[in-house]
Structures are given as C-alpha cells and as structure tokens.
Nanobody, 126 residues
C-alpha cells in the first residue's frame, strides 16, 4: 500500500501559478507506477487532469489544462509535481494524486488508479 500526501494548494487569483506536490511515504515507491493527477469540484465528478510514467517520456493531459499545467517528478522518484500556470476560476477543485495499476499504463479513468492521496484544495478567484 502506497501512502500519498498532496500539498501546495491554496487561494490565488486568476492568472496566478501554483505547484502541487505529491509525496510517497517511502523512497522508491512511486517508481513502480505510472502516476496521475485528478481533481474534483464541488458537486461534480472526479475528473482527469494529467498523467505520466517515470521510465518513458510519456505525459498525458486533459484538454482543459493542456498548455497550462505540467506534470513532472523528481529524480528520486519520490515526489510528483503538478505545475499549474494561468489558473482560471474553473480550476477550483480538490486535487488528488494517484498511482496507476502498473508502471507503464496510464489513462484518464479513475478506475485505473489504485492508491489515492487525501487531496489538496485549490481555489482560484476571479
């Protein structure tokens, strides 16, 4: 079982930037999985934001964040990041990181992810 903890959320104005982090409880745990970021706004379903693998240059973004958000990880493969630029009010949500079912498979479907953090709240004011 991988324990994930997200951080970096907060209240910002539209156009600002934030960087979210997702840390694993033990070094080396994340390297066994492709990773994803999802978000859930009040009253809405959880939606895909971005995903990546550690061992291949593969990244995948939802259309709503493509060009504004960047997913990455540190060299120790212990922390996952989500750099969010040009934030919009519609980006307001709780953001979650999660591990995929394997090291090489990632998708935009929550069902394909196993371990989830508890989320960090991002609020973007207009």
């Amino acid at each position: 079982q991988v324990q994930l903890v997200e951080s970096g959320g907060g209240l910002v104005r539209a156009g600002a930037s934030l960087r979210l982090s997702c840390a694993a409880s033990e070094v080396g745990q994340l390297r066994r999985y492709a990773m994803g970021w999802f978000r859930q706004a009040p009253g809405k379903e959880r939606e895909f934001v971005a995903a990546m693998t550690w061992f291949a240059p593969g990244t995948y973004y939802s259309d709503s964040v493509k060009g504004r958000f960047t997913i990455s990880g540190d060299n120790a493969q212990r922390t996952l990041y989500l750099q969010m630029d040009s934030l919009k009010p519609e980006d307001t949500a709780v953001y979650y990181c999660a591990t995929s079912i394997s090291a090489t498979y990632y998708s935009g479907l929550p069902i394909d992810y196993r371990n989830w953090g508890r989320g960090t709240l991002v609020t973007v004011s207009s």
